[in-house]
């Protein structure tokens, strides 16, 4: 997991490696969310949903399922974009994916033939994908995103803390063109996951941030904007009889850093795995939060960010992993502009 601290990094604490520390004293600037682009199941558990060769072209079969669902996203949100992209410095754009299985079929394949004694049965190109850090950086090298390459895998929070974490590098400076969201598959039947995580995922969702005033110049559109915050509630502070006490600070905490001064009356998401940090963030919330259940992964909080750009209203997406990580989410659409079929985040591949 990433260093996801709000607090302001020092500058010498930081490489050219770490996104989340600024090469040099950058403001503040307003980031909108100027494309959607989805690759997803027309229902849960669908079989034979996605076609490879038809989505993608030669040269990707060897790929994980979760980067091709990627891939697939990020042309349709580049598509949708407007141009950003293309104007912008290859070195000045940035990506930051979270996933947390999206390789463990990889990974359960190279056990096999490793511990079989026939390593050498393994494909070269789907070897380097036993680094999940290969579906973000997969994605780098076909865009050419030299800012920053980031992979986020806790569970259940990855793909909020990803877009958290990326919004943080642009704010300081680092990048000026954000493609951020989550991709994951099912893991394989016998993978202890499925009895801890409950529904496997399938498929990617890619936002595209830009900041308001690169936008505006091209005479681009705006989405909406996406702020978020992440903190830690450890497990057995959650459970203690001040669990939800604990819980109620830290998100107040995190909603102030968002510009909330209290918890909305609605629009509330909370995106719960029955863990006792899921049931005292829900405690603290008071009713006010309407539960979601978690899937295997952490894809569906950023879809629940996707669907939150094409409602009417702001929304805030809370989730939390059973492990401690909480992230939040404050999605403000932008009013009077529909999004297309193509931007649709509800539409399947």
Known sequence: MTDLHDATPRASAGTTADPAVPTSAAPARDLVVTAIGTTLPPAPGADGWFDQRAELGRGYKKLPAACQYLLSATRRALAA????????PEE?????????????????????ATTGGEAHLISPAAAPYFSPNLIAGRLAIEHALKGFSLGVHTPGTGGLEAVHAGLRALRFGRADWLLAGAAEEPPPADDKALALDGTPEDGAVALVFEPASAVAARGGRSLGTVTARVFC??????????????????????????????????GVRLITDGSPVADALARACEGRAEPVAAGAGCLGPVRQVADALGAAEPRLIIT???????????????????LSPMDSPTEGS
Do not use: F, K, W, Y
């Open 233 to 266: 509630l450890p497990p057995a502070a959650a459970a203690a009889g001040d669990g939800p006490e604990h819980a109620r600070r830290l998100l107040a905490a995190a909603l102030a850093g968002l510009g909330l001064p209290r918890l909305p009356a609605d």
């Open 81 to 88: 974009a407007g141009g950003g992209l293309e104007t912008t």
């Open 320 to 338: 939390a992993g059973r492990a401690g990580t909480v992230a939040v989410a404050r999605v403000s659409p932008a009013p009077h502009i529909p």
């Open 92 to 112: 000045r754009r940035a990506v930051a994916i979270g996933s947390n299985h999206g390789a463990a079929r990889i990974h359960t394949e190279v056990d096999a």
